[in-house]
């Protein structure tokens, strides 16, 4: 099988490039051929090891180029220096468009692949549908894109019409598969929930050290949705603990600056380690006790996967793919937040931050308890986890859903 893979954002520098990443290693594990087609800044090629550079088309964002504007991130705050969908003018969003059409014709021509799989059900997804319309596709959905379908009103007729005309959606949760259903009116019956994975030849198990410190770690981009800031305020602020932070990732613009300056004020127990490869996130997991996402908005956090493989406990907010995920742990394991009624669908109302920063704080207090206690959880409960969430189980759903696209059109044709 030949299968094309599209992705419009850098595809080294986010969960779903990671995501992306991993299905092209499982499907060139199985004998499939790849191609694929990404969007980058400033000229600067990503290293990937799992397809070689020949089979790799990308559209250009930069200076000088037609896209002479940052690529546009599918969060508002992305890793990288971006721009926002909602700041596009109609000639950018155009041009835009026309760039994603040009190269997958060029890559159609070069390539002919039997299916076309995209990430994100959104703008370059919707093109990859127009200018295809009989070519077999599938989308995963990454729930990035059920934020912007909200925030950016004005585009939801770019994509509505177009991405409900995919063969198929890859969705990573069952409530995620509601959301899509809800958000683009698509039939259910469209929607193949195939979940997905962590690299469990690099996340494994490691026996945890002394809690003294107890090492605390955060994994993602520094911004607001994913509740940087009110993690390092709780940090902070919380008193008589023996804790140290490790804070992993980047950000862009006025929000990751706010967090870094939160961060400085307590250089003794908050370590900024910026932005770091997979094996350091590896590492640094294995050498932690309890990891925190503090997220407002997610989908299905595979970074937890991770980081309950390498041996830590786990907060995090008590959101619907965090539940999906790590719903049948028990409280030694992982310890929800509860979030209030939140004003947009990432961010909360300004007067709930100190309602926040308690709730935190003391689930905290009481995992730094167990962790006192007992610095290794039980390696059984975390196996029986994440026993379900190997790669290889993710990518044997995908290509089902591959094999009924390609099957139907055939019966079609």
């Not at 997958?104 to 997804?125: G, R």
């Amino acid at each position: 099988m030949k299968i094309l893979h599209l992705i419009s954002q850098h595809p080294e520098s986010t969960g779903s490039g990671f995501y992306l990443q991993n299905i092209i290693r499982q499907a060139t594990a199985r004998g499939h051929s790849n191609y694929l087609i990404a969007g980058v800044s400033d000229n600067q090629l990503p290293q990937l090891k799992c397809i070689e550079k020949a089979s790799c088309q990308f559209v250009h964002f930069a200076k000088g180029t037609t896209l002479n504007f940052s690529i546009p991130g599918m969060s508002d705050v992305m890793p990288y220096p971006s721009s926002r969908f909602s700041s596009l003018s109609p000639a950018q969003l155009d041009k835009y468009e026309k760039e994603f059409e040009d190269t997958l014709q060029q890559a159609i021509e070069k390539f002919t692949p039997d299916i076309i799989h995209s990430h994100h059900l959104w703008i370059a997804s919707s093109v990859a549908r127009k200018c295809c319309p009989d070519m077999p596709m599938v989308t995963s959905c990454h729930s990035t894109e059920l934020r912007q379908f909200f925030q950016c009103p004005h585009l939801q007729a770019r994509v509505l019409h177009p991405c409900r005309k995919i063969d198929r959606i890859l969705s990573l949760s069952h409530s995620q598969a509601e959301e899509i259903t809800k958000t683009y009116s698509i039939d259910p019956e469209k929607i193949d929930i195939v979940g997905g994975g962590y690299a469990d030849d690099l996340f494994q198990l490691h026996p945890k050290g002394s809690p003294a410190p107890i090492q605390l770690l955060y994994g993602g981009k520094l911004s607001f949705a994913k509740g940087v800031d009110w993690l390092l305020r709780t940090v902070n602020n919380l008193k008589g603990s023996d804790i140290h932070l490790h804070l992993a990732g980047s950000g862009a613009g006025e929000e990751a600056r706010q967090c870094l300056e939160l961060a400085s004020r307590e250089r003794e127990k908050i370590t900024v380690h910026g932005r770091i490869s997979q094996q350091e996130l590896a590492h640094l997991m294995g050498c932690c006790h309890i990891f925190i996402l503090p997220s407002f908005y997610e989908g299905l956090p595979l970074v937890l996967l991770e980081a309950l493989a390498s041996g830590c406990r786990i907060i995090t907010t008590d959101l619907k793919g965090c539940r999906e995920l790590l719903g049948d742990a028990d409280s030694d394991l992982v310890e929800f937040v509860q979030l209030p009624e939140m004003k947009t669908i990432d961010s909360p109302y300004p007067e709930d931050q100190q309602l926040l920063e308690k709730r935190l704080g003391e689930g905290l207090k009481r995992m730094i308890d167990r962790v006192q206690r007992l610095p290794s959880p039980d390696p059984s409960q975390i196996r029986t986890i994440t026993s379900r969430f190997g790669w290889q189980s993710v990518f044997a759903r995908i290509e089902k859903s591959y094999e009924k696209v390609i099957s139907r059109s055939r019966t079609t044709s």
